[in-house]
């Protein structure tokens, strides 16, 4: 899939009047504590990690802000960090996952 199909410039600060943000505790054993983000028609407006490594979990943000949630889950689903089984990233397709499981049940 051709990344520039998928993605639009970042936003910089965090939408006002749109779709509600969204809050995700990872599980433990990741350096990340909190997640929250915005999904609307289908892309991610806004992500914010919460502890972590600062200037990689920015730059994923940057990166991922603009882009189609199913690409975001297909790039990023299973990333791992060293010997962990999961990874901030991961973590955040794992709450990308937890919100299309209930955006459906709607």
């Not at 910089?12 to 943000?21: E, H, L, N, Q």
């Not at 600062?54 to 297909?74: Q, R, Y």
């Not at 709450?95 to 499981?101: D, E, F, T």
């Amino acid at each position: 899939m051709d990344n520039v199909l998928h993605h639009t410039a970042p936003m910089t600060s965090v939408p006002r009047g749109r779709a509600k943000i969204e809050h995700f505790i990872p599980e433990e054993g990741v350096c990340t504590k909190e997640i929250d983000f915005i999904v609307d028609n289908g892309s991610i407006d806004y992500v914010n990690f919460s502890g972590g490594c600062e200037g990689n979990l920015k730059a994923i943000s940057a990166m991922i802000e603009g882009m189609n949630v199913d690409f975001v889950l297909d790039r990023f689903s299973g990333i791992t960090c060293g010997s962990k089984s999961t990874s901030c990233v991961d973590q955040f397709c794992h709450a990308l996952q937890a919100y299309l499981k209930k955006a459906q049940s709607k």
